[in-house]
């Protein structure tokens, strides 16, 4: 079963009224698809969530007839319809953050000539909502909806700070219980970088995540109801020392914040 799926019981109905379990087994379903996966077949939808084939096979029959889903006679596959990317546009283009954010982005991407990104978290990553890439020829190759992990990237460390004291607990506590034997390692770099936000107003992650990727993050203030937002401008390691992370690329992006939240009315 993928670690990202979750599987919800019989009885879960019965634990919270107002829960829906045919509704949340066939959002799930839709999460087994990852990039590159062009096709799946049932089998592998069982498999990657869990649920029993004849269950599967009516979830993907009704996000079939729902539009959500399309199947190959030939090949006894379904792949992803437009009905998902219609939800997915419609969450894009009500976020005013994205387009007030983007002539900053566009202009610290090609000073730095690196990537400046923002990314909203999804459980226990960060997916990306809006992404701007430098005329560069080395850069990261990360576009809206990429996902990277929460613990160790610079985007989900700053999402992270900016959380408040329980949610962060929360959130750390299942990053603990998805990979123990890393924990001490994990916990020390989240440590670290909420000492950096305190004193820094950035988080640095210098080959936390992949090791030749060096980054910074800040978090975005929001508002009641709003999910959390955090921005990152990062790269190849040999663009991006340490030194200029923290002494020139850092501040510039924690500048760049603070303009979008005066721009959105949040200063």
């Known amino acids: 079963m993928d670690d990202d799926i979750q599987v919800f019981a019989d009885d879960e ?6 829960f829906v379990n045919a509704l949340a087994r066939g959002l799930e379903l839709l999460r087994c ?50 009905g998902v990317l219609a939800l997915g546009y419609a969450l894009l283009s009500n976020l005013d953050v994205r387009k007030v954010a983007r002539p900053y982005m566009e202009e ?22 809006e992404s701007c890439r430098s005329s560069a020829n080395v850069t990261l190759r990360l576009d809206v909806g990429s996902r990277i992990p929460l ?20 959130l750390m506590d299942h990053i603990r ?34 090791k030749d ?8 203030t929001g508002v009641d109801g709003e999910r959390a937002m955090a921005f990152n401008c990062g790269g190849p390691a040999f663009l991006l020392s340490r030194e ?3 002494g020139e690329v850092g501040p510039r992006l924690v500048e760049l914040v603070r303009k979008v939240e005066a721009d959105l009315g949040r200063a």
């Open 13 to 18: 109905e019965s634990k919270d009224r107002q």
């Open 108 to 129: 610290l991407s090609e000073y730095a000539q690196v990537s400046v990104s923002i990314g909203a978290r999804d459980r226990l990553s960060v997916v990306y909502i």
């Open 33 to 82: 698809f990852r990039p590159g996966d062009t096709e799946l077949s049932n089998a592998e939808l069982a498999r990657r969530t869990g649920l029993p084939k004849p269950t599967v096979s009516r979830l993907t029959h009704t996000l079939t007839k729902l539009g959500y889903l399309g199947f190959s006679d030939s090949r006894g596959t379904y792949r992803l319809a437009a």
């Open 244 to 246: 200029r992370l923290i």
């Open 151 to 170: 613990a160790t990237s610079a985007v989900g460390r700053a999402l992270l700070c900016g959380l408040p004291q329980g949610e962060r607990d929360y």
């Open 213 to 220: 990727v060096h980054a910074v993050g800040v978090p975005m």
């Open 177 to 210: 219980l998805r990979d123990e034997e890393n924990w001490p390692r994990v916990k020390a770099g989240i440590e670290q970088a909420l000492r950096d936000y305190h004193e820094r107003g950035f988080v640095v992650s210098a080959g936390d995540w992949q």
